[in-house]
């Protein structure tokens, strides 16, 4: 019995899947921003209901949460201290020094405060070059004085941060011991630890981001499974990292900053399940919700993974699946410009409280998914019959909108959806077109609450076909989260030319990764038959400023001799990425190692063959298609079989989510209970 938990700013989803009897059990909750674990305990209480089993029965729980990007992003995170090396004070201030271009991009430049503040910083006389020699001893006298001024004056967290410490630890982790002996109630993170790689300003961004979210994130775990074990649970929780892999409670709540992007990944690693079982190797994940839009690309069947993201305006070098957000989703509210009289949607959400109008919690802005609502794309009950929507507010509430801008109801409604479109088709564009894709060579993967809502908009825009539609579309992050595996990356920079590399260097620094690689994966109770640990390393051609990361072929790693073969592959890799092969040395950056722990696959019962009782078809009611209404079937999701041919417009409802199936289109049930959309010349 493994239970995924995805919470959204709208809805908490939850996906149970018993592995015996291969049955899923859905259930979508309100969330409770004030805490989400109220949230998260009310939906694992009414899924185990559904499935008519105990909490107790659980064995398995799988969480994505955005409790740590909702900290930086709101700036309610931690006060932070930073210990850096003396004359390194200003590092956080000075970043990378860049600022937007042109000039105008400069003056009008909104540069936040950093995580840690000035005042809160403390230069500690001590030195090591990059070699890791010590260039100058630390001054243990002076350093702890320091460190009681600092701590002493209301800190909630350390961050120590010195100059070359990925070369030599020795000096940060002798002021760690210090700290922990006098002030062994505020945590401390170490940036030799958190990202023992070169970069200062990123190592120490990094690792107080780490720090600013760390004690919520431990105030957040602690506080759900104190909810869970009070409802009866005793499953071990597991949270979802960036990088779509899995790490403990305890883990996430010591490296909280390896969480920031957790909530996107489940989507991301559903898609590429989808993407190789349905035997479409170029998909588009398409993630759209109740205040957001993720994007994602699947090539071959591979997701795309960044070694560093952005939390609003702060950079966090963690590995993490490459995932656009735009804030468009059901929620997002229209409104008509003071000024230019002209329609806006977004990026402000109606969130889960007040909510849309026609949620009837107290919303009385319209939003996308008001709109949905007006043009007879959403029925009026959802969630299988237990809520009823307020169809007659949300027209209303529209109607307000198109009284502003001289359109009826129907017509605002669907320049609401227009817009909402634009916005997500340009997220679409950056991680397609930007990057020299053409987007008519994937298909499309809907899925969120609203994802099944636009999606067919989204392909005929674009051209990208087939649009997938998956079983279990309201809650696919959930359901990914049970997909993952147990991940985790041991890197250390070590820059050395090629030309005179000593291979058993090499060799013998990744002995020392493998074996941490292996102690890791001890804690997290990973078995032997699932372990397995990839080696690469990152190179560049001398005077890049950034590198391409090479996988060690198996034979290289059994041999253990030249690394000649990987640098071959380099110079392909480069040249098929940037076009272009240069004949210059080649220099060493970063070795590292990748531990994995694989999970079961979740394995449902496939539909039954089709029939032709037509047993599918609920009712048929007006929909607005084209400029007009049109007597549009809605048909039951559960109800259709392998085979089964609808044509469009139609309307398919499900307990999770609503698919549209738009005019000149029909959709086909795969053997994997996947809708497959095309246009009709597609079929002819």
Request: with cysteine.
């Given at each position: 019995?493994?239970?995924?938990?995805?919470?959204?700013?709208?809805?908490?989803?939850?996906?149970?899947?018993?592995?015996?009897?291969?049955?899923?059990?859905?259930?979508?909750?309100?969330?409770?921003?004030?805490?989400?674990?109220?949230?998260?305990?009310?939906?694992?209480?009414?899924?185990?209901?559904?499935?008519?089993?105990?909490?107790?029965?659980?064995?398995?729980?799988?969480?994505?949460?955005?409790?740590?990007?909702?900290?930086?992003?709101?700036?309610?995170?931690?006060?932070?201290?930073?210990?850096?090396?003396?004359?390194?004070?200003?590092?956080?201030?000075?970043?990378?020094?860049?600022?937007?271009?042109?000039?105008?991009?400069?003056?009008?430049?909104?540069?936040?405060?950093?995580?840690?503040?000035?005042?809160?910083?403390?230069?500690?006389?001590?030195?090591?070059?990059?070699?890791?020699?010590?260039?100058?001893?630390?001054?243990?006298?002076?350093?702890?004085?320091?460190?009681?001024?600092?701590?002493?004056?209301?800190?909630?967290?350390?961050?120590?941060?010195?100059?070359?410490?990925?070369?030599?630890?020795?000096?940060?982790?002798?002021?760690?011991?210090?700290?922990?002996?006098?002030?062994?109630?505020?945590?401390?993170?170490?940036?030799?630890?958190?990202?023992?790689?070169?970069?200062?300003?990123?190592?120490?961004?990094?690792?107080?981001?780490?720090?600013?979210?760390?004690?919520?994130?431990?105030?957040?775990?602690?506080?759900?499974?104190?909810?869970?074990?009070?409802?009866?649970?005793?499953?071990?929780?597991?949270?979802?990292?960036?990088?779509?892999?899995?790490?403990?409670?305890?883990?996430?709540?010591?490296?909280?900053?390896?969480?920031?992007?957790?909530?996107?990944?489940?989507?991301?690693?559903?898609?590429?399940?989808?993407?190789?079982?349905?035997?479409?190797?170029?998909?588009?994940?398409?993630?759209?919700?109740?205040?957001?839009?993720?994007?994602?690309?699947?090539?071959?069947?591979?997701?795309?993974?960044?070694?560093?993201?952005?939390?609003?305006?702060?950079?966090?070098?963690?590995?993490?699946?490459?995932?656009?957000?735009?804030?468009?989703?059901?929620?997002?509210?229209?409104?008509?410009?003071?000024?230019?009289?002209?329609?806006?949607?977004?990026?402000?959400?109606?969130?889960?409280?007040?909510?849309?109008?026609?949620?009837?919690?107290?919303?009385?802005?319209?939003?996308?998914?008001?709109?949905?609502?007006?043009?007879?794309?959403?029925?009026?009950?959802?969630?299988?019959?237990?809520?009823?929507?307020?169809?007659?507010?949300?027209?209303?509430?529209?109607?307000?909108?198109?009284?502003?801008?001289?359109l009826s109801p129907e017509d605002a409604a669907q320049g609401i959806i227009d817009i909402a479109n634009e916005v997500m088709l340009g997220a679409l564009r950056v991680i397609t077109v930007q990057r020299g894709l053409d987007p008519r060579d994937f298909g499309i993967l809907g899925f969120g609450g609203a994802g099944p809502l636009h999606a067919n908009a989204m392909a005929e825009l674009l051209g990208c076909y087939p649009v997938v539609i998956p079983g279990n579309p309201g809650v696919l992050s959930a359901l990914g989260f049970l997909e993952s595996e147990f991940k985790n990356e041991f890197v250390q920079t070590f820059i050395r030319s090629t030309r005179e590399l000593d291979a058993n260097d090499v060799w013998s620094r990744f002995e020392q990764l493998e074996g941490k690689a292996k102690a890791w994966l001890d804690e997290e109770h990973v078995p032997a038959s699932d372990r397995k640990l990839t080696f690469s390393v990152d190179l560049r051609y001398e005077q890049q400023g950034f590198e391409v990361t090479i996988d060690i072929d198996g034979d290289t790693l059994a041999s253990k001799g030249a690394l000649k073969p990987v640098f071959d592959k380099f110079h392909e890799t480069h040249e098929r990425l940037y076009g272009v092969r240069f004949h210059v040395p080649v220099e060493l950056?970063?070795?590292?190692?990748?531990?994995?722990?694989?999970?079961?696959?979740?394995?449902?019962?496939?539909?039954?063959?089709?029939?032709?009782?037509?047993?599918?078809?609920?009712?048929?009611?007006?929909?607005?298609?084209?400029?007009?209404?049109?007597?549009?079937?809605?048909?039951?999701?559960?109800?259709?079989?392998?085979?089964?041919?609808?044509?469009?417009?139609?309307?398919?409802?499900?307990?999770?989510?609503?698919?549209?199936?738009?005019?000149?289109?029909?959709?086909?049930?795969?053997?994997?209970?996947?809708?497959?959309?095309?246009?009709?010349?597609?079929?002819?």
């Open positions: 019995m493994r239970l995924g938990v995805d919470v959204g700013g709208t809805f908490t989803d939850l996906l149970l899947h018993d592995d015996a009897t291969r049955r899923t059990y859905q259930a979508k909750t309100p969330s409770t921003p004030e805490d989400q674990s109220i949230g998260v305990a009310a939906g694992v209480k009414l899924i185990c209901e559904k499935a008519g089993i105990s909490p107790a029965d659980l064995s398995l729980i799988l969480h994505g949460t955005t409790v740590a990007t909702n900290a930086v992003l709101e700036g309610k995170g931690a006060r932070v201290g930073l210990l850096v090396t003396e004359g390194f004070e200003y590092t956080l201030h000075l970043a990378k020094s860049w600022t937007p271009g042109p000039l105008f991009g400069w003056i009008v430049m909104d540069k936040p405060d950093p995580l840690a503040s000035l005042a809160d910083t403390r230069g500690i006389p001590e030195r090591m070059n990059a070699q890791g020699e010590v260039v100058r001893p630390l001054d243990r006298e002076k350093a702890t004085a320091l460190i009681d001024d600092l701590c002493s004056s209301g800190i909630e967290a350390l961050t120590i941060s010195l100059m070359h410490s990925y070369a030599n630890a020795e000096h940060e982790r002798i002021l760690a011991a210090i700290v922990r002996e006098r002030y062994p109630d505020i945590p401390v993170s170490v940036s030799s630890d958190i990202l023992p790689e070169f970069r200062e300003y990123d190592r120490a961004i990094t690792t107080v981001m780490n720090d600013y979210v760390r004690p919520i994130m431990k105030r957040y775990l602690s506080q759900i499974e104190a909810r869970l074990k009070d409802i009866g649970v005793t499953a071990r929780l597991h949270i979802v990292r960036s990088d779509g892999g899995l790490m403990s409670a305890q883990a996430a709540s010591d490296r909280p900053v390896h969480t920031v992007l957790s909530g996107p990944a489940g989507g991301v690693t559903s898609t590429v399940m989808v993407s190789r079982r349905s035997g479409i190797r170029k998909l588009l994940a398409f993630d759209m919700g109740g205040t957001s839009t993720d994007v994602a690309v699947i090539l071959d069947g591979q997701p795309t993974i960044s070694r560093s993201t952005e939390v609003g305006s702060f950079p966090a070098k963690v590995p993490t699946l490459d995932v656009r957000s735009v804030g468009a989703g059901g929620g997002s509210i229209a409104e008509v410009s003071e000024l230019t009289k002209s329609l806006r949607v977004g990026p402000r959400s109606a969130g889960a409280r007040p909510g849309p109008v026609a949620y009837s919690r107290g919303g009385t802005e319209p939003t996308v998914s008001d709109a949905n609502v007006v043009l007879g794309y959403l029925p009026p009950v959802l969630l299988g019959g237990d809520m009823k929507l307020d169809v007659e507010g949300a027209r209303a509430s529209v109607a307000k909108i198109g009284d502003r801008i001289g950056v970063a070795l590292r190692v990748v531990a994995t722990g694989a999970t079961l696959p979740v394995e449902e019962t496939a539909p039954a063959a089709a029939s032709a009782d037509g047993g599918a078809l609920i009712e048929t009611r007006p929909s607005y298609f084209k400029g007009q209404w049109i007597d549009t079937p809605n048909y039951d999701r559960s109800k259709l079989t392998m085979g089964e041919k609808i044509p469009g417009p139609a309307i398919i409802r499900q307990y999770d989510t609503t698919t549209v199936l738009l005019p000149d289109h029909y959709a086909e049930v795969d053997p994997h209970g996947n809708l497959l959309i095309w246009p009709n010349a597609k079929g002819n």
